[in-house]
Nanobody, 124 residues
Framework: QVQLVESGGGLVQPGTSLRLSCAVS????????VGWFRQAPGKARQFVAT????????YYADFVQGRFTISRDNAKNTVYLQMNSLKPEDTAVYYC?????????????????WGQGAQVAVSS
């Protein structure tokens, strides 16, 4: 089993930044591809970004438009999502997810383990 715990969410003003963290623990920790997804109230879960084990391959949703950066520190078993220039439409619960393979995917079905989510609210 793999466990994931998100942190770093909160209420921020438009145009500011937040960094989400995803602490990964359990067996086969460091060889997992990890993704970030989000779900706004009344909407379907949406892919945000993904990274492979070595951090050499990343992929982002189009709406990120260079504002978000995914990274990982395998020594700390942590994956990060740096979010800059936040907009009200970024308001959602953000989830990290780990795959059972070392790779990237924008599909939620590719991920076997999910965290509980971190709330991000962007409002003036």
């Amino acid at each position: 089993q793999v466990q994931l715990v998100e942190s770093g969410g909160g209420l921020v003003q438009p145009g500011t930044s937040l960094r989400l963290s995803c602490a990964v623990s359990g067996r086969t920790v460091s060889r997992n591809g990890v993704g970030w997804f989000r779900q706004a109230p009344g909407k379907a879960r949406q892919f945000v970004a993904t990274i492979n084990w070595s951090g050499t391959n990343t992929y982002y949703a189009d709406f990120v438009q260079g504002r978000f950066t995914i990274s990982r520190d395998n020594a700390k078993n942590t994956v990060y999502l740096q979010m800059n220039s936040l907009k009200p439409e970024d308001t959602a619960v953000y989830y990290c997810a780990a795959a059972s393979f070392d790779g990237i995917s924008g599909y939620a079905s590719a991920y076997d383990y999910w965290g509980q989510g971190a709330q991000v609210a962007v409002s003036s």
